[in-house]
């Protein structure tokens, strides 16, 4: 199983950007995706996840201005960024509950990261 995640890049104060990550593999069943960060210095934080049910949660300090969603035909979770500021700035992550043919129980799955640098 592999989780391939896209979409970070550079954007000013006030922009917006959204990320994507697909899940790849002998996959039997997705529970819980979601999505972390980790800023220069400090640890990596739960920014939202949401379950196969459509259930969403999100950190305080994106609330209002991120919204995480998924595609359960494409084994796909997004985030949808919008207001960003400076100290959004972090590698993110996307997770996933991934349960595979050969062994149906679930498990934790990372995708490599991708970078969103807001700055001006």
């Known amino acids: 199983v592999q989780l391939q995640a896209s979409g970070g890049g550079l954007v000013q104060p006030g922009g917006s950007l959204r990320l994507s990550c697909a899940a790849s593999?002998?996959?039997?069943?997705?529970?819980?995706m979601g999505w972390y960060r980790q800023a220069p210095g400090k640890e990596r934080e739960l920014v939202a996840h949401i379950t196969g049910g459509g259930s969403t949660s999100y950190a305080g300090s994106v609330k209002g201005r991120f919204t995480i969603s998924r595609d359960n035909a494409k084994n796909t979770v997004y985030l949808q960024m919008n207001d960003l500021k400076p100290e959004d700035t972090a590698v993110y992550y996307c997770?996933?509950?991934?349960?595979?043919?050969?062994?149906?129980?679930?498990?934790?799955?990372w995708g490599q990261g991708t970078l969103v640098t807001v700055s001006s």
């Open positions: 997770n996933a509950d991934i349960a595979t043919w050969d062994k149906p129980s679930y498990r934790d799955y």
């Open positions: 593999g002998s996959i039997f069943s997705i529970n819980i």
